[in-house]
């Protein structure tokens, strides 16, 4: 069992940043990925981003943060960052990290765990 825990959302003008955190309580395989969602009211969770725990760290983003985010690791840390920059209005949303063995998988029901979620705002 994996537990995983969100931080680092808040306020943010237009054009601004904002880095999240994730830290995976429990073992982490090198064979798991971790992803990054967000969800707006009312609209399913939107693939954002997501990495490999092997050594390729290997790294995959939705077209729409493509150049704005990077998603990075710290395997001693067990914790995922998602390095968020230009944040736009449109980027509102709660985010949420998630693992799953499945490369590369952009929908929702292939990730077996998920975190609580960290809202982010940002303001035009």
């Known amino acids: 069992q994996v537990q995983l825990v969100e931080s680092g959302g808040g306020l943010v003008q237009a054009g601004g940043s904002l880095r999240l955190s994730c830290v995976a309580s429990?073992?982490?395989?090198?064979?798991?990925?971790t992803g990054w969602f967000r969800r707006t009211p009312g609209k399913e969770r939107e693939f954002v981003a997501a990495?490999?725990?092997?050594?390729?760290?290997?790294?995959y983003y939705a077209d729409s943060v493509k150049g704005r985010f990077t998603i990075s690791r710290d395997n001693a840390k067990n914790t995922v960052w998602l390095q968020m920059n230009s944040l736009k209005p449109e980027d509102t949303a709660v985010y949420y990290c998630?693992?799953?063995?499945?490369?590369?998988?952009?929908?929702?029901?292939?990730?077996?765990?998920w975190g609580q979620g960290t809202q982010v705002t940002v303001s035009s």
């Open positions: 998630a693992l799953t063995k499945l490369w590369v998988s952009v929908k929702e029901d292939e990730y077996d765990f």
């Open positions: 990495i490999r725990w092997s050594s390729d760290s290997s790294t």
């Open positions: 429990g073992r982490i395989f090198s064979n798991d990925i």
